[in-house]
């Protein structure tokens, strides 16, 4: 079957660099995308990744590494606004596209 | 500026009731997707229209639920009859990706079915 593991939890202080990890199993990988979603609101995207290495967007970056099934967010500059639940998504082509989202790690940033 | 708009933002019915949920996706998007969000089985990909056409539909219960885009400005997600199971927030996002990847999602219909 499709999976995909994200930590349930972090915290990190105003200021300081935290990293979500995400690590799949899946068959048809294609992409790797972010989103942020605070408590109410939508799912707001922050960054795709389809081919290795890094993408850089403002105080925000996404790694992936197709061989070891896994990526990561890292975010710098810590601000309590950036308290949120962050999710992994990755796209699928298994003779159609589909997308599957990880449960989300929920980010506490305290001051 | 562009979003994605969806209608109504809140809806409480009884169970055995008709739902149309819509959807205005951006403009110049042609990819529009469905998701469910729940505690318990977070965001679930109900179906997804390119151009138009539906090309997935697996995650939706078919003898329930119905998608639908008559046109390239709107998008329906149908529920009929309605379950107190079905109360959930659903999400319309739209993008120009073909995988999926780099949607953006309207601010979703918070359904109560009672």
């Known amino acids: 079957g499709q999976s995909l593991e994200q930590p349930s939890e972090v915290t990190a202080v105003e200021g300081a660099i935290v990293q979500i990890n995400c690590t799949y199993q899946?068959?048809?990988?294609?992409?790797l995308s972010w989103y942020q979603q605070h408590d109410g609101g939508a799912p707001t995207f922050l960054s795709y990744?389809?081919?290795?290495g890094l993408e850089e967007t403002g105080r925000f970056s996404s790694f992936l590494s197709r061989s070891d099934s896994y990526g990561y967010l890292l975010l710098q500059e810590l601000q309590m606004k950036d308290s949120a639940s962050y999710f992994c998504a990755v796209s699928l082509n298994t003779g159609g596209f589909k997308t599957i989202f990880g449960a989300g790690t929920r980010l506490f940033v305290k001051a | 500026d562009a979003r994605v708009t969806q209608t109504p933002r809140h809806k409480v019915t009884e169970m055995g009731q008709e739902v149309t949920m819509r959807c205005q996706p951006i403009l110049g998007h042609n990819t529009v997707f469905w998701y469910r969000q729940t505690m318990m089985q977070g965001l679930e990909l109900l179906a997804y229209?390119?151009?138009?056409?539906?090309?997935?539909d697996s995650g939706m219960p078919k003898d329930r639920f119905s998608a639908e885009m008559p046109d390239a400005t709107l998008a329906t997600l149908k529920i009929q009859p309605s379950e107190p199971r079905d109360s959930a927030v659903y999400f319309c996002?739209?993008?120009?990706?073909?995988?999926?990847?780099?949607?953006?999602f309207g601010q979703g219909t918070r359904l109560t079915v009672v």
């Open positions: 996002a739209s993008g120009n990706r073909q995988d999926g990847g780099e949607a953006f």
């Open positions: 990744n389809g081919l290795d």
């Open positions: 899946t068959s048809g990988f294609y992409g």
């Open positions: 229209f390119r151009n138009r056409a539906p090309l997935d």
